[in-house]
């Protein structure tokens, strides 16, 4: 069983719409694979509004805690607005002589729990989001959602594609499909953690080759092989013929350039992949031979794998 993760320098670049292309090729295309989806850009999920899914499991993901005052316990001494070094800490107001945590300003470190000498504050868990196992048109999803403020994205990340990743042990599927979070911060090191392979969506814009070498780099850094593909390359021709330089410099294999295509705001409006929407649209065709470039690879890697 393989991981191939989806990247991108920043967001935009339509790293979701070749996702959700993919899922559909490898449920209905050539070639097929057996695939568990993963959608890892918990900031901003959305390769479930094109996949159609039917939740089956919902869990809260609880991560990191925060401090809280007992109003009835509290004495007003301001010992812990004095040690906490976050201002997160709210003097009393309203006439009241209780103190209050900010829970937004809250970083957790406990400080004021040790100091306070009433022992009025305790750590208390935070419920940072949620997770779901669904099903989808082209396959089990595994997607998340990130409530506002909330840190921890990584982790969250990571129990999204475990999740998905033991699903696909327990099937016997071929590949792991992580349309992972853009950038290079942690949520994104956490989707290419056990990658086997990389796609990276790169834009022809003058920003667009910083971008990807910045994620070529962190794919080099944890040594998973990356291969690069242009989305809408023809728009700007001459910045997509610097990144195929750059791609051919580094020794970085160019999988595909896919066209401009309206097609593919359509499809989206329709909550569709663009290959199963307009199979025949420049676009979709060239996301079909991506795919069988990337697919034939995945194959190769696991017969490889198998025989060594
Ligand atoms: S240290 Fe304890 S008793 Fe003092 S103000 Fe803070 S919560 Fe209240
Ligand atoms: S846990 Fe740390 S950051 Fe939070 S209120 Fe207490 S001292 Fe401040």
New binding site residues.
Partial sequence: MKQLVFLSGKGGTGKTVVAAAFAHLAAEGAPRLRAVLADADVDAANLDLVLGPRPLEAHDFVSGA??TIDAQLCRGCGV?YA??R?A??LPPADGRTAYA?DPIA????????YQCPEAAIQMTPQLAGRWFRSDSRYGPLFHASLRPAQENSGKLVTLVKQQARLLALDDGCDVVLVDGPPGIGCPAISAISGADLALIVAEPTAAGIHDMARVLEMTAHFRVTALVCINKADIYPEAAAQIEAYCRAEGVALVGRIPFDTAVTEALVHGQPVTAYRPAAPAALALAEVWRRVADRLVEDAAKGERS
């Fill in positions: 925060v401090a812990c040690v906490c976050f997160a800490v945590v809250c970083e957790g470190c406990a400080a004021c729990v």
